[in-house]
Nanobody
Framework: QVQLVESGGGLVQPGGSLRLSCAAA????????MGWHRQAPGKQRELVAR???????NYADSVKGRFTISRDNAKNTVYLQMNSLKPEDTAVYYC????????????????WGQGTQVTVSS
C-alpha cells in the first residue's frame, strides 16, 4: 500500500508563514498529480493547490500570490509554502497523491494524508 505522511502544521500569527510537507511511502511505481486540500469547520473540503509530475500548477483564487506548491520527485514529496497567512486560512490541510503502486501487479492508487491542523490567530 501507499501512505502519505504530513508535517509542518501549527499555530501562527496573521501575516506569518508555514511550510507543509507530505511524503509518500510504499512500493511506489510512479506518482502523477499531487495536491493540497483544506477543510474548515462547517465548510466543504476545497482544493488549495495542485501540481503535476512535470511541474504544472494551479491554485485556488483565495491563495494565489501567497501560497506556492512544489515537489521533489526523487523524494516522493510535495510541499506547500504558505506566506502572508490570514485567519480565513485556518483549516485542516490534507495531502493527496495519485499514481501507480507495485504489488502482484501494478495498480492505481489515490490516497490521502492524515491531515494537519493550521491555525492562524493572534
Amino acid at each position: 500500500q501507499v501512505q502519505l505522511v504530513e508535517s509542518g502544521g501549527g499555530l501562527v500569527q496573521p501575516g506569518g508563514s508555514l511550510r507543509l510537507s507530505c511524503a509518500a511511502a510504499g512500493n511506489i511505481f510512479s506518482i502523477g498529480d499531487m495536491g493540497w486540500h483544506r477543510q474548515a469547520p462547517g465548510k466543504q473540503r476545497e482544493l488549495v493547490a495542485r501540481i503535476t509530475r512535470g511541474g504544472n500548477t494551479n491554485y485556488a483564487d483565495s491563495v494565489k500570490g501567497r501560497f506556492t506548491i512544489s515537489r521533489d520527485n526523487a523524494k516522493n514529496t510535495v510541499y506547500l509554502q504558505m506566506n502572508s497567512l490570514k485567519p480565513e486560512d485556518t483549516a485542516v490541510y490534507y495531502c493527496n497523491a495519485r499514481g501507480l503502486v507495485r504489488g502482484m501487479t501494478v495498480s492505481l492508487f489515490d490516497v490521502w494524508g492524515q491531515g494537519t491542523q493550521v491555525t492562524v490567530s493572534s
